[in-house]
Nanobody, 126 residues
Framework: VQLQAFGGGLVQAGGSLRLSCAAS????????MGWFRQAPGKEREFVSA????????SYADSVKGRFTISRDNAKNTVYLQMNSLKAEDTAVYYC????????????????????WGQGTLVTVSS
């Protein structure tokens, strides 16, 4: 499975961006998909995850109510809609795929994911 994240860019605080993660190589419709981010000088942190049934999602507390994860299995693509962006959201955002089928606490660990995209940079100016 190859993952490619795109959609990052420069946006003013309070603005919005939608990130996309396109998968290739095989269908990821049965995978749990996640988004992580890494700010300069900081460790990679969990942002959001969505399970293969699109029934359950999970979010980091820092993005709840502002970010929305979704997926289109027909397009083999996962999205992260980011609204009300803040300067502290500035980071490289990575998408990841796991053959595990849960959005429990396991899905918040980067080690749970087998496949990773290359990352896309989001810069929020204050």
């Amino acid at each position: 499975v190859q993952l490619q994240a795109f959609g990052g860019g420069l946006v003013q605080a309070g603005g919005s961006l939608r990130l996309s993660c396109a998968a290739s190589g095989r269908s990821v419709s049965s995978y749990t998909m996640g988004w992580f981010r890494q700010a300069p000088g900081k460790e990679r942190e969990f942002v959001s995850a969505i399970n293969w049934l699109v029934v359950r999602t999970s979010y980091a507390d820092s993005v709840k109510g502002r970010f929305t994860i979704s997926r289109d299995n027909a397009k083999n693509t996962v999205y992260l809609q980011m609204n009300s962006l803040k300067a502290e959201d500035t980071a490289v955002y990575y998408c990841a795929a796991s053959t595990g089928r849960t959005v429990g606490s396991e899905s918040q660990r980067s080690t749970w994911y087998e496949y990773w995209g290359q990352g896309t940079l989001v810069t929020v100016s204050s």
